[in-house]
């Protein structure tokens, strides 16, 4: 079982800065996908972002390019996501989830992930 847990999230203004921050613990594996995903009120679930413990990184091509930045601190078994220019339509809250069965890429697809974290809310005004 792998555990994975959320935190950074919170009240910003537009064009700030939040980072998000994934600990993961548990029977994690080098060859896991860690993912951030993201899910408005009355929304569907987002990809937001997804790297390997091996550096692959994999972003949203839409609402979030240029703007987030994935990454990892293997020492901690944790990943980060910088969010920069930070805009109302942003707010959501963000999940971490975990992919096991990693092919090539992370997947963009939130069914193809088996852990996931609780959430942490970050809420854009304008």
């Known amino acids: 079982q792998v555990q994975v847990v959320e935190s950074g999230g919170g009240l910003v203004q537009a064009g700030g800065s939040l980072r998000l921050s994934c600990a993961a613990s548990?029977?994690?594996?080098?060859?896991?996908?860690m993912a951030w995903f993201r899910q408005a009120p009355g929304k569907e679930r987002e990809f937001v972002a997804a790297?390997?413990?091996?550096?692959?990184?994999?972003y949203s091509t839409d609402t979030v390019k240029g703007r987030v930045t994935i990454s990892t601190d293997d020492a901690k078994n944790t990943v980060y996501l910088q969010m920069n220019s930070l805009k109302p339509e942003d707010t959501a809250v963000y999940y971490c989830?975990?992919?096991?069965?990693?092919?090539?890429?992370?997947?963009?697809?939130?069914?193809?992930?088996?852990?996931w974290g609780r959430g942490t809310q970050v809420t854009v005004s304008s």
């Open positions: 548990g029977r994690t594996s080098r060859t896991y996908a």
């Open positions: 989830a975990a992919e096991k069965d990693l092919v090539v890429l992370p997947s963009t697809d939130p069914t193809d992930y088996d852990y």
């Open positions: 790297v390997t413990w091996r550096g692959v990184r994999r």
